[in-house]
């Protein structure tokens, strides 16, 4: 069984869906892999050392995917629209694993079940015990949680801890997060690693045992009840606790140095937290990262891609900020892959069992029909 890695070809797209070393495991499996030339450039990662690993390297993506059994993917493959049909370079009855981002984009996802494509959406793995180490969305999202604080550190231009010399006492930054999922986590506890005084807001309740056990003080919503999903996401708040919740928050504002936002709600724009009134408010050369800023952003100001000055406020938007860790990043991501398709496959062929929950939770397309139930209407 062939095994594809394409070169990812979306704006600001880094990672790779493989390393060497998961090369190596594939081909203990039993597979053959074929990488892209280039594919892991972005990542550190030569075709060299591919080849060294075990797979052969071909020259542009038809010559990886076109015959293979299996494509591997970070990104959603491009379409015609973008200049690049790598959807039609697949053969039917292919399988597709990537960070496909179906719940938004689903008239992708009905291109592959018209083209007799198995898709698998890695965001969709179920937060089961026996698929943590598939879990994508949280190892790509630890790093973003780290870099956002890089980044923020970066502009704001000042210190982030207490520093005390002779010449004077430096006061240690203030560093507000908002959501305390994995991405905001992590944030928090590398502020707190760079010396920062931070605090942290969730709508989800079991968020302030954790925000407090990394050290930080939680800023605690109004009373909103249960806004955790089953699978452990926020809820939307209503339009009243919405509003209770921006004028605790426009207070809280005022006092920060740096707002790290990392709401996230799973097929929906992304919640605004901040508007441009409370940016108003903050001190002149604070600094807003908005991780959710390609879902819709959690600040109104914020722009894709851009670093925006308004009120004297830096807001970074910068797109796939994992991406800035690529080499980290593909690593964790490479592993999360093999461990998705390992159990998959058996003496070096597919053997799907299509009753398994995680199959079951991630499967999008199969035998030319959308069969995930949040896509299909099932």
């Not at 991780?291 to 914020?302: D, F, I, K």
Request: aromatic share 4%; net charge neutral.
């Amino acid at each position: 069984m062939k095994v594809a890695i394409p070169k990812e070809r979306r704006t600001d797209e880094r990672r790779v869906a493989a390393t060497p070393d998961t090369v190596k495991k594939l081909i203990q499996l039993g597979c053959t892999v074929a990488v892209e030339s280039g594919a892991g450039v972005g990542a550190n990662l030569s075709d060299e050392a591919f080849q060294a690993a075990g797979a052969t390297i071909a020259k542009d993506a038809e010559g990886a995917v076109g015959d293979a059994e299996v494509v591997l993917r970070v990104q959603r493959p491009l379409e015609a629209a973008d200049g690049n049909d790598e959807i039609a370079m697949m053969k039917q009855g292919a399988v597709l694993v990537g960070l496909l981002d179906p719940l938004v984009h689903k008239a992708q996802v009905a291109a592959y079940a018209a083209r007799g494509i198995v898709s698998f959406a890695m965001e969709l793995v179920p937060r089961i015990s026996r698929a943590q180490t598939m879990d994508a969305l949280s190892s790509q999202s630890n790093l973003a949680g780290y870099r956002a604080v890089i980044e923020a550190a970066e502009a704001f231009g000042k210190a982030l801890p207490l520093m005390m010399t002779a010449a004077g006492t430096i006061a240690p930054a203030k560093v507000f997060v908002m959501g305390a999922g994995v991405a905001g986590l992590q944030a928090i506890a590398t502020a707190k690693r760079l010396g920062a005084v931070v605090s942290g807001t969730d709508v989800r309740k079991a968020a302030a045992e954790q925000v407090e056990s990394l050290g930080a003080t939680f800023l605690a919503p109004p009373d909103v009840g249960d806004a955790e999903t089953k699978g452990g996401y926020a809820k939307e708040l209503d339009a009243e606790k919405q509003r209770q919740q921006a004028v605790i928050t426009s207070e809280h504002l005022k006092k920060q140095d740096i707002v790290i936002c990392t709401a996230l709600i799973p097929g929906r724009p992304a919640p605004v937290l901040i508007t441009e009134d409370m940016v108003r408010g903050m001190k002149a050369g604070s600094v807003i990262v908005d991780l959710a800023v390609e879902s819709g952003g959690n600040c109104t100001l914020s722009k894709p891609g851009e670093k925006v000055v308004a009120h004297g406020v830096s807001i970074l938007g910068y797109r796939n900020i994992t991406s800035r860790v690529a080499v980290d990043a593909s690593s964790l991501y490479a592993r999360n892959l093999l461990n998705f398709l390992t159990p998959l496959v058996k003496a070096g062929a597919l053997a799907i069992d299509w009753n398994d929950e995680i199959v079951t939770g991630t499967l999008l397309t199969r035998d030319g029909k959308v069969v995930h139930p949040r896509l299909s209407g099932a």
